[in-house]
Each structure stands twice: as structure tokens, then as C-alpha cells.
């Protein structure tokens, strides 16, 4: 599984987040981006600030747990 997302640094006014994310669903709406990006293998999903971030945090819970069971180590 793959992903793509947008971040911003942490101290990004609100204001300037909300528009970000406001211009990106406008172009994920465009039916030729999402054909394009269907046909590229992809799955155009658009999202909120607060949903990405639960969905960040979950992956890393989920992940974290993986790589304790596996004792993965970093090299």
C-alpha cells in the first residue's frame, strides 16, 4: 500500500491550510485529473486536514506494531 499526501509545516496559519486543501479537492474534482490519475493506478481520495492527520496517525500505530513483532531494526 502507497499513499501521497500534502503537509505543511506546523506553524502554517490555519487559514492558509484551509485554502490549500480547498484548491487540491477543486483539482482531484477536474475529470480529466481524476482519469488521468485513475489511469496512472492511482486513487484520487480527498480529505480533510483532520481526517489526514487520524490517517497518519493510525498507519503509524499500525506500522510501529509491525516493526515491534518483526524486531525490524533501523540500519
Do not use: Y
Amino acid at each position: 500500500m502507497t499513499w501521497s499526501g500534502i503537509c505543511a509545516a506546523r506553524n502554517t496559519p490555519p487559514a492558509a491550510i484551509e485554502r490549500i486543501q480547498r484548491e487540491i479537492a477543486k483539482v482531484l474534482a477536474m475529470p480529466g485529473i481524476a482519469r488521468r490519475l485513475v489511469q496512472d493506478g492511482l486513487e484520487p481520495v480527498g480529505s480533510t486536514p483532520a481526517r489526514f492527520h487520524d490517517f497518519l496517525v493510525a498507519n503509524k500505530r499500525t506500522w510501529g506494531k509491525v516493526i515491534e513483532s518483526t524486531d525490524l531494526k533501523p540500519e
